[in-house]
């Protein structure tokens, strides 16, 4: 009886062990594939304010915007949008200064306001990133180094089609996800040192053509190869790491 009970409790337990093995086995293979995935990541940014209403200013683009029966102005982001308009005057004289947006609010004589909303633009700031091989990187030993493999595009004020530029990745600056990183160093320009076996990532903080704040992300991992041979090593440093 003893002997058929441990049996049963031993077929148990292994039964246990195999689901628990093949449980792990599936997570392995679908986070091998997600890491095997190389496909480039792709980012592209529009304008945040759907309104068909909004107008759209370039930095350094003067325009007169005439409104009639106009009296007073007001100008909620003059940081972003210049204002010259004097009381009792029938039109503004609005300059863009940074990306963003502003709306300016006008007053009639009877007290009727209306808004008019600017998206002020930027165009040497990015539209569009691309990073490749899936935005990993591998650095073979301590002490190697990389440049994270990003692209960067403006679209001209004007024109429908971004274009890729290599100084738009000036506007990008690079740091880690958390402070005194042992794994990695990075540069604001985005090269990055190995300083020991492990994995973190690394992120790209930067003010699209819009005025919107935006992020690129980036793993690397050090001394470890993103593959099915090393996956588990990968895990633990990382789980190390954290």
């Known amino acids: 009886m003893l002997t058929k009970l441990f049996s049963v409790k031993r077929n148990r337990v292994m039964a246990v062990v195999l689901g628990l093995a093949l449980l792990l086995t599936l997570s392995a293979i679908a986070i091998s594939t997600t ?45 972003a949008l210049s204002m010259t308009a004097a009381t009792g005057s029938i039109s503004a004289v609005l300059t863009g200064q940074q990306a963003g947006n502003a709306v300016i609010s006008v007053g009639t004589r009877t007290g009727i306001v209306q808004g008019l909303k600017y998206q002020i633009t930027n165009s040497n700031n990015i539209t569009k990133y691309i990073l490749s091989n899936g935005g990993e990187g591998i650095i073979g030993k301590v002490g190697g180094t990389l440049t994270i493999p990003i692209r960067t595009f403006v679209t001209p004020f004007g024109a429908s089609n971004p274009e890729e530029t290599a100084f738009a990745k000036n506007t990008i600056t690079w740091s880690s996800f958390r ?64």
């Open 35 to 79: 890491l095997a995935a190389k496909n480039e990541i792709v980012e592209e940014f529009s304008i945040p304010d759907s309104d068909p209403n909004i107008r759209v200013i370039e930095v350094g683009q003067t325009l007169t915007r005439p409104v009639g029966g106009a009296y007073n102005w007001a100008n909620s982001n003059p940081g």
């Open 179 to 242: 402070q005194g990183d042992p794994v990695a160093s990075v540069s604001a320009s985005g090269v990055v040192t190995g300083l020991s076996k492990g994995a973190t990532i690394l992120i790209g903080k930067f003010t699209d053509k819009w005025g919107q704040p935006q992020e690129a992300h980036f793993l690397v991992a050090v001394g470890v190869s993103i593959n099915d041979s090393d996956l588990g090593k990968l895990l633990e440093l990382i789980e190390e790491a954290q």
